[in-house]
């Protein structure tokens, strides 16, 4: 069955970086286009960064391009999030997705604090 595990959310500092991992399961990641979402406190959900299948393409919410990357290992089958100069706005839970069936984690908080 299919099965997103996301990992290394944490506390760290403004202009901070992180590392979030989404272990998949079930399918092969590289075959998925595949998403991490957030959501603050008393907010929507939001999109963060989409990698597609089969070409790869990448897009990023306006409000981390340049500071976020998205990438897969298709050797370990899980997806990452790199997230640089981290803001405090970025507190948020984050959410692997996998857009076909509509499969989501079960998140991994990250909290920006000084």
């Known amino acids: 069955q299919v099965q997103l595990v996301e990992s290394g959310g944490g506390l760290v500092q403004p202009g901070g970086s992180l590392r979030l991992s989404c272990a998949a399961s079930?399918?092969?990641?590289?075959?998925?286009?595949m998403s991490w979402y957030r959501q603050a406190p008393g907010k929507e959900r939001e999109l963060v960064a989409v990698?597609?299948?089969?070409?790869?393409?990448?897009n990023y919410a306006d409000s981390v391009k340049g500071r976020f990357a998205i990438s897969r290992d298709n050797a370990k089958n899980t997806l990452y999030l790199i997230m640089n100069s981290l803001k405090f706005e970025d507190a948020a839970v984050y959410y692997c997705y996998r857009n076909a069936g509509g499969y989501w984690g079960q998140g991994t908080q990250v909290t920006v604090a000084s």
């Open positions: 990698i597609t299948s089969p070409d790869g393409s990448i």
């Open positions: 079930g399918f092969t990641v590289s075959r998925y286009t």
